[in-house]
């Protein structure tokens, strides 16, 4: 899970951390980059998928509903942890839902959509883009770029039942 292509939001960013990158590879880019042009398969979530999966008041209403008392408000305290960030960079209506969409995913890969592409990261320590992904036409790339999230309900619900096996 890293990267973004966007732009997203309001502002057009394509990162949560700077302008051009997203938390995961603007802490190490080169790490990023060469797990993605080492030619063995990735599946990636960047955020223009993840951004698709928000932790709405409707989403925080239901989990209280399932886990009343402090099991559910601790939930919801962790999943809003980023609102405050989130609305005003973004302009969604709560906070993105990034980290479990990886295990969403593995459970039911079929909730989302993606291609084949090339990507890369930039990582030119001295460019405001340091961290950013780039996509390049590749017809034989061993990254499947998800970019879609079919069902956002049903990827939620997979979430809360994931956490209540765990209870």
């Known amino acids: 899970m890293g990267g973004c292509?966007?732009?997203?939001?309001p502002q057009k960013r394509?990162?949560?951390?700077?302008?051009?990158?997203e938390f995961n590879f603007a802490m190490d880019p080169d790490a990023a980059n060469y797990v993605l042009r080492s030619g063995v398969p990735v599946v990636l979530l960047p955020m223009d998928?993840?951004?698709q999966?928000?932790?709405?008041?409707a989403r925080a209403k239901q989990?209280?509903?399932r886990w009343p008392g402090q099991t559910g408000s601790n939930l919801v305290t962790m999943l809003t942890a980023a609102e405050h960030l989130d609305r005003p960079k973004f302009g969604v209506d709560?906070?993105?839902i990034h980290d479990p969409q990886?295990?969403?995913?593995?459970?039911?890969?079929?909730?989302?959509?993606g291609r084949r592409t090339g990507v890369k990261v930039n990582t030119d320590a001295r460019s405001e883009q340091c961290g950013r992904l780039l996509e390049y036409d590749s017809a034989e790339s061993h990254v499947l770029l998800i970019d879609t999230l079919v069902d956002p309900n049903a990827a939620f619900e997979i979430m809360l039942e994931a956490i209540r096996a765990l209870l």
Request: no cysteine; charged share 10%.
């Open 63 to 65: 989990a209280e509903a």
């Open 94 to 96: 709560g906070a993105v």
């Open 5 to 9: 292509l966007g732009p997203l939001g």
């Open 102 to 113: 990886v295990m969403i995913y593995l459970l039911s890969p079929g909730l989302y959509k």
């Open 49 to 51: 998928a993840t951004h």
């Open 53 to 57: 999966l928000v932790f709405t008041r």
């Open 14 to 21: 394509a990162g949560n951390i700077t302008r051009f990158a």
